[in-house]
Nanobody, 124 residues
Framework: QVQLVESGGGLVQPGGSLRISCATSGTPLRFYAMSWYRQVPGKEREFIARIAGGNSNYADSVKGRFTISMDNAKTTVYLQMNSLEPEDTAVYYC???????????????????WGQGTQVTVSS
């Protein structure tokens, strides 16, 4: 069963940087469109960044500080987070509406693909 897996979270001081990543479990599959979201307890999940078709866009709250990218094989998506602030503290999730295999599109039977999340804590 294919799952998304986030990694790279941790504790960082305000003003610091982290890079988190997302990839499929098991045999690598490719992304076309992928987004990062974050969520804190008691609040709705918040859109952070999206990459698709070579283009990217960002929420105003992270624009100029965060950068989304893919590796050349399109099997790993990254979120580079710079100038981190305490309000960036959250669980960060990756999301993909579908995945690309060698022969076509693979879709989840339960909707979009989601990972389990990786915790990012910004604190002094």
């Amino acid at each position: 069963q294919v799952q998304l897996v986030e990694s790279g979270g941790g504790l960082v001081q305000p003003g610091g940087s982290l890079r988190i990543s997302c990839a499929t479990s098991g045999t690598p599959l490719r992304f076309y469109a992928m987004s990062w979201y974050r969520q804190v307890p008691g609040k709705e999940r918040e859109f952070i960044a999206r990459i698709a078709g070579g283009n990217s866009n960002y929420a105003d709250s992270v624009k100029g500080r965060f950068t989304i990218s893919m590796d050349n094989a399109k099997t790993t998506v990254y979120l580079q987070m710079n100038s981190l602030e305490p309000e960036d503290t959250a669980v960060y999730y990756c999301n993909a509406p579908f995945l690309l295999t060698a022969i076509g599109v693979r879709r989840s039977g339960s909707g979009d693909y989601w990972g389990q999340g990786t915790q990012v804590t910004v604190s002094s």
